[in-house]
């Protein structure tokens, strides 16, 4: 499986009569964006504000970042089975209008979302202070449950996202990456002597507001499956989870993982990375029995030599994360795993709640509970009436001058474990 | 900043008394430096002074800590120190638990910074890591030339009260303190680094390395239910309505204890959730279904259960460092038993 993914480079973020690029400026017609949302009688009502690199704005209470993309050529649509008809995608070309996305928030579902500074010392933690940001703060119909929100907030994001991602089908783009999966037959003669690896990519899927979906499939209902590593290019994978900030994968995360990117940089020279096993974190002891025996199983039926595998959220998927380390390990195939660390805010407790001798090569995206103070902003997209409340803060976090103590965790994407960020820790 | 007066704490060896024969003498104090002192304070030059050496003997200190600590601490108060450095104590593992546990009193007691230094391996820094900077220094005293520069050096740097820098760069044993660092290369990148090196068999080095895990042996059955008095526990957040004690949704810095009687059921209108780590609604409009008061009262009535606790404990298992759970635990386990319970339901989420 072959795609080219044409990235458009988005500079500039403004509001227009007409969906375009020009010139590095992505225009958004906000009548249109509001209009597509409200379709969902879910949602009472919608605001579309922009937030850009450097501004002193802050958005909150964050519940996913999608990254605006079209499938210019090649087979089914992005978000398939959510946004587009269920068609196997990732060959072809895709074009992303790059530097941009679209950030869902408004009030409150769960209290695992996040905020967003756009400078300051919080812009350090978060990828999503780097680009040109179309928010949509939802205003939910009255009286709709916790799962129904979300899963409106939900659709919303994707289909912002799908319809201002058509932009960038005529648009030119800037540079074209190419990544390609072949066969494991083709690849095994074409590479004979070099190591097999895989990626094996946990998904959230605890439930009651932490789920994952794959094609549109609730992946808490999936066994372990293989994907070709350009299907998660074009939205097979999209977040629907309310884990706290720091850790949650986000839908941009998905299309963007640099796990995926960095292993195909060593393709062909230090290994033949095979494919993308995906698996969930179910809460049932039973099924997180049956999910890492079957990952396990997997990279010992592609004959692996190593893997790579991520964790998203932290306590419970700790377990999810050590049994298939160990599982797959005791198959004779060599693991690094990525994780992030709950090391109280002092960071002198243990970091996670399980560990095995076997996880010897970890990699770590850092304390999230470690504490910051993040000042003032001149303007605030959402609201900050549940700061005091949301994972990470506690009582007085929000303090009368405007600037909010509280740990990182508040913070979307701060600690992520797909390796997205630079940050690690290190022991005193 | 003028002078800064340091006190030195040795042992009887190394203030040339004598050797295991002479270890069981008393704490002792003499104005100025006592052996290694001196090459500490060649370090020093004029930042420093060590203004009293404290000498005690290593048999007479771990058979009498409680005292010994007590006199050693009033020798330390008389000379009002500003900085405190004990050792170094190399391997001699009653020397590194008495350096040890002397900084610690002196830094609990005085609040004046403390320092002291071993080999890694010495007891002494086992018990201590987690409370002390201690330089890590060779495994005799032949190393002494080493040790004395590093010690001095850490010694001023926390008399002037600036931050270290990491274990590696400063030469002291890691306390296990996790601190956040940003570095040149995505995790990504990392990860893949790492992989390629340990799939050639190359040496690597993890950035967590795994803990010794404390796994808690479930209790033996309870024989008897019907005289058993019960208590429910939860980290799922159950709390009376309102959430009186703020409990935080994550990383819950605080156990709540509420009173159970008069209620035969909890309802959405009594109790709900403060944990903000799973959809809420199905615990909000039943909150038994977490805390499980309804079919306890219920057995309670048929016999089956001795009695119920009057009060639940709550707190939020979310984000909650393993340090602070278990703190809590520690705690909450010390009512219970006083309270004559004999069994706990703990419910999670």
Known sequence: MRLELGKIKINDVQFGDEMKVDKGTLYV??????????????????????????????????????????????????????????????????????????????????????????????????????????????????????????????????????????????????????????????????????????????????????????????AKKIVPTILYPTEVMDGAIASGNCVSACDKNTTYHHQNNPVIKEMYANHGKDFNFVGVIVTNENVYLADKERSSDWSAKLCEYLGLDAAIISQEGFGNPDTDLIMNCK?????????VIITNEYAGRDGASQSLADADPKADAVVTGGNSNELITLPAMKRVIGTLAFTDRIAGSFDGSMKPDGSIEAEIQVITGATNEIGFNKMSAVSY | ???????????????????????????????????????????????????????????????????????????????????????????????????????????????????????????????????????????????????????????????????????????????????????????????????????????????????????????????????????????GGIVPKGNPDHIESSSASKYGKYDLEGFDVLTSESHETAHGGYDPVYANLDPNRVLPLDVVRDMVKEGKIGSLHRYHYATVGNGTSVANAKKYAASLSKDLIADGVSAVILTST
């Open chain 2, 1 to 235: 900043m003028s002078e800064i007066k340091v006190v030195h704490y040795i042992n009887q060896f190394f203030a040339g008394i004598g050797g295991e024969e002479k270890a069981d003498v008393k704490p002792e104090l003499r104005e100025g430096t006592v052996g290694p002192g001196m090459a500490l304070e060649a370090v020093f030059k004029d930042d420093a002074k060590i203004v009293a050496t404290v000498i005690c003997g290593d048999s007479y200190y771990n058979e009498n800590i409680e005292s010994a600590t007590a006199e050693i601490l009033e020798m330390v108060k008389q000379s009002k120190p500003d900085l405190f450095i004990a050792g170094p104590a190399f391997n001699a593992g009653r020397y590194g638990v008495a350096c040890g546990s002397v900084c610690k009193a002196v830094k609990d007691e005085l609040n004046i910074p403390v320092v002291t230094a071993m080999y890694p391996e010495n007891p002494g820094a086992d018990l201590f890591k987690k409370d002390l900077i201690i330089v890590e220094t060779g495994n005799s005293a032949a190393t002494m030339r080493k040790a004395a520069p590093l010690l001095a050096g850490v010694a001023l740097k926390l008399a002037h009260g600036e931050e270290l820098a990491g274990p590696e760069e400063e030469g002291y044993i890691p306390r296990g303190i996790r601190k956040n660092v940003f570095l040149e290369e995505t995790g990504a990148r990392r990860a893949v680094d790492m992989l390629v090196k340990k799939i050639n068999g190359e040496s690597f080095k993890t950035e967590y390395p795994m803990p010794e895990f404390d796994r808690v042996p479930p209790n033996p059955a309870v024989k008897d239910m019907s005289k058993a008095k019960l208590a429910l526990v939860t980290s």
């Open chain 1, 29 to 218: 017609n906000k009548a249109a964006i509001a209009e597509l949302v409200l379709e969902d009688e879910h949602i009472k009502s919608v605001e579309v504000e922009l937030a850009k690199p450097g501004e002193e704005t802050r958005i909150t209470p964050v519940k996913d970042v999608i990254e605006p993309r079209v499938k210019v050529s090649g087979n089914g649509g992005v978000f398939p089975g959510l946004i587009n008809k269920v068609a196997t995608v990732g060959e072809g070309r895709t074009h992303v209008l790059s530097g941009a996305a679209v950030v869902t928030c408004g009030r409150i579902v769960g209290f695992q979302e996040g905020i967003i500074d756009m400078s300051g010392p919080g812009a350090e933690y978060t990828p999503f202070s780097k680009l040109n940001n179309i928010c949509l703060v939802i205003e939910p119909a009255d009286n709709l449950l916790q799962h129904d929100y979300e899963a409106a907030a939900r659709m919303a994001g994707l289909k912002a996202a799908a319809l201002i991602g058509k932009a960038g089908l005529d648009a030119t783009p800037d540079e074209v990456e190419v990544y390609e999966t072949k066969t494991l037959k083709e690849s095994t003669a074409e590479l004979p002597g070099l190591p097999r690896v895989a990626y094996v990519y946990m998904l959230q899927t605890q439930g009651l507001l932490h789920d994952t979906y794959v094609y549109g499939v609730d």
């Open chain 1, 327 to 335: 599982k797959i390990e005791e198959k004779g195939v060599k693991t």
